[in-house]
């Protein structure tokens, strides 16, 4: 296992802690290029490691109060479900297919991280059941199939449907990606060996990386960490588009 490898486990984590959510959209790419991974053992090595981290972040908001338990309970259960069905679909699209719709989705969440704007509330934080089901249930799908947290998508969506500040969108983010990792991951064991040193090995720098980054999140200006990620992700995109869409030529 190279360093560089080793320094991406601990910035999926970093990334992770600070803004709840992008460094899971890095994570296959991650395994797939620097630690040598197929593409389809990755995607559930991913959900591991992804879900391992974000539990440890959850846990240290909820100690700050950044945590608002029916939104998480309502996105979670959706959530799973839809990430279990979403894993059925992976096995069905090629390799090359499937890194190059998840370079589709990283080249438009890099566009949508650097032109977002933190929504602000002065009503109440409300999670109606309904609509948040629903949109649980849409970030799940992405979550199972194509082998990320869904915390780009999560973030957004607790703002929008269920009225959270900022810093308790991430938080609870945290957790839901926390369980819809795991549902994704249980879903794809049967697809390919899991290899379990470099999985653990992910997770425990992940993890490091995630409770850092969760500590210095209310010390950093988030705002410009967050369009320096977007960069990041954009040249990540464009790299797996780009190499893919060799393969295919």
């Not at 999560?154 to 957790?175: D, Y």
């Not at 369980?179 to 899991?194: K, R």
């Not at 990386?209 to 999140?217: E, K, N, Q, R, T």
Request: proline share 4%.
């Amino acid at each position: 296992m190279n360093a560089l490898a080793i320094s991406g486990a601990l910035f999926i984590g970093l990334s992770l802690g600070l803004t709840g959510a992008g460094g899971s959209i890095i994570t296959l790419p991650v395994l797939v290029y620097l630690a040598g991974l197929p593409a389809k053992q990755a995607v559930g090595v991913s959900l591991f490691v992804v879900g391992i981290a974000a539990l440890l972040g959850a846990v240290q908001r909820a100690r700050t109060g950044e945590f608002h338990a029916r939104a998480a309970l309502l996105f979670a259960l959706s959530g799973m479900a839809g990430a279990t069905v979403g894993a059925r679909f992976t096995s069905w699209v090629p390799a090359p297919i499937l890194m190059m719709l998840f370079a589709l989705l990283m080249l438009t969440v890099a566009l949508n991280m650097w032109l977002g704007r933190a929504e602000r509330f002065t009503l109440p934080a409300e999670c109606r059941p309904l609509r948040c089901l629903l949109a649980g249930t849409g970030v799940g799908l992405f979550t199972g199939f194509i082998g990320v947290g869904g915390g780009f998508m999560l973030v957004p969506a607790l703002i929008k449907f269920a009225r959270l500040p900022q810093r308790t969108a991430t938080g609870t983010s945290l957790a839901v990606i926390a369980f819809n990792s795991a549902a994704g991951f249980f879903s794809h064991m049967g697809e390919a060996p899991v290899y379990w040193p470099l999985a653990l090995l992910f997770s425990g720098m992940a993890g490091v990386g995630v409770l850092l980054g969760s500590f210095f999140a209310s010390r950093l200006p988030v705002k410009k960490l967050q369009r320096g990620f977007a960069l990041l992700v954009f040249a990540t995109g464009v790299y797996v588009l780009w190499q893919n869409g060799l393969s295919l030529v």
